[in-house]
């Protein structure tokens, strides 16, 4: 039942999820030093595929880093995710989570006109 509600939680909460710029990656730099822009999209990839097996992927911004860590591990093992995919997923998801990024200077339809440009 649990799992059902959380399910039908992040259902809800799904939106679109960020595609990482210049700017993200020195941001992410604070917390993991060698992280590229690689690292975020591939951590991007890897949330909307592996968490999108059961769910939409709910926007990063809606838990903590902290709390995210929390979140990933405990569905690990449902999205089998190996370490390393795991610890792609933590860092891109940290990056833009509610206490790391500020969500008042984001403007989805700037990033999306840069990304089609």
């Known amino acids: 039942m649990r799992k059902l509600i959380l399910i039908t939680l992040f259902w809800h909460c799904a939106t679109k999820l960020i595609h990482p710029t210049s700017a993200d990656v020195e941001r ?13 999209v591939t951590g991007m990839k890897l949330y909307k595929a592996k968490c999108g097996q059961c769910h939409r992927p709910i926007h ?8 995210w860590i929390r ?15 795991k610890l792609l997923i933590i860092i891109y998801v940290q990056t833009f989570s509610k206490d790391r990024f500020d969500y008042s200077k984001y403007d989805a339809k700037k990033q ?3 990304r089609k440009g």
């Open 28 to 40: 992410a730099r604070q917390w993991y030093p060698e992280v590229d822009s690689l690292t975020l």
């Open 60 to 67: 990063p911004g809606t838990f903590t880093a902290r709390e």
């Open 71 to 85: 979140h990933v591990n405990e569905f690990s093992d449902e999205a089998k995710l190996s370490d390393n995919q």
């Open 112 to 114: 999306r006109r840069k």
